[in-house]
C-alpha cells in the first residue's frame, strides 16, 4: 500500500486548532503548496514542519504574512551560510 | 541553587507596569526565539530566561510572591507558608500567556512556585508539536568509516540509531517523534543528532577524499621505487616513477572515505611526496655529490 503524504487541511486545522483561513493566507503570499485533490485540499507532510514554524511565528510573536515571508527568506540564508561555513571550516583543517 | 533577578532578565525595574513587563517580554522572546535562531544554544537559554521571567512577572500574584520571597526563599519560613498556600491553588492555570513552548524551568523556578506556576499550555489552546531536541554526538573519524548501530540514551530513553558510513563533520540526522512531548495534543517533536567528527589520524579528509603526506627518500624519488604506504583500512604498495618532484600528488582511487549512503562506493586518497634529503653526509657521499653536480 502506498504511503500517506498529504494531511488535509481541514484536518490539519483541526489538529492544530488554526483558522483555514490562515493556511489560504500562507498560500496567498506563496508560503505554502497546497495540492489539490478534488474538492479536497491538502498540505504535503514534508512542509509540515515548516507551516508549524510559521504557526508558531504568527501567533506566538504576532508576525504577519509579509513578515513570515522575510524571516522564511533570511532563515534559509541563515541556513546556507552556516552549511557553507561549515563545509569551509572543514576544507581549513585541510591547511593546518 | 541560585536566586534568579527575573526584573534583570528583562531589562526592568522592580516597579515596572504589567504594560512595561509584556512590551520587554516581547521584544525579548521576539530577539531570542529559536525559530529565529537556529543552531544557537545561547539564545535558546535566553529565551527559556525570559519566558521564566514573564512567567513570574506578568502574573501578578507569582509577581507579589517572587517580590516577597524571592530573595530570602532559601530560608523564609515566609515561603514555606507560600508554598503550603500554593499547593491549595492547584486549580490554578498562570497567566496563559502564549508563548507556551519554552521548555525546562530553573531550579529556583521549581523551588517557588513548583508545578502548577507554569503556564505553559498556551493561551490558545493551539496543539502544537513538541520541541525539537538538538544533540551532538562526537565520533573519532574511524568510527564513521563504517556504518555501525548505536545505542543513544536521549531523556532517559535508549534509541538505537546507524550511524552510515561516510557522515561528515557538522551533518545531522532527524530521527522522527524523539523530542519533547507535544502541547494541547500535538504530536512529539523530532531529535536532531549533529555529528562532531573528531579527526585524530593522520588523514586530513574532505568529503569523501582523503589526503596524506608520505615521506619519500631522494633515491627513490630520483630512481622510482616501491613504497608501501598506510591507507585508512591498511598498507598499499604503489610504484613511484623516476624523477619525482617534492610536493608532487598522486591519487589512489577509491581509497579516500565512504561516500555517505552509497554503500561500496569510496573517494579518493590524495598522497603528497615530501621528499628528505640525505642528512650528516659521508665524504664519500659528499665526494660523489660534487661529482654528479659537476656533471650538470
Redesign the interface.
Known sequence: MEEQNIISVSTFCTQYNVPVTFIQSLREYDLLEIVREGEEEYIQVTHLHRVEKMIRLHYELNINMEGLDVVNNLLQQVWDLQQENQSLKDRLKLFE | MDYIDYYKILGLSKNATEKEIKNAY?KL??KY?P??N??DKEAERKFKEVNEANEVLSDAENRKKYDQYGKDWKHAEQFEKAKQQHRQQRSYQGSGQ??G?GADYSDFFESMFGGAGRSRQGG??????GQDYHAELHLDLNEVYVTHKRTLTVNGNNIRITIPAGV???QEIKIRGHGGPGI?G?PNG?LYIKFIIN?HTTF????QDL?TTVDLDLYTALLGGDVTIDTFDGKVKIKVKPETQNNTKVKLKGKGFPVYKKEGVYGDLYVTYNIKLPTSLTEKEKELFAELAKLR
Request: net charge positive.
Open positions: 516581547r522572546a521576539r526565539h525559530d529565529l537556529p543552531n502564549p508563548f513552548e490558545q489552546g493551539i496543539r502544537f508539536r561528515t563533520n557538522g494541547n500535538g523530532d579527526n586530513k579528509r574532505d568529503k589526503y
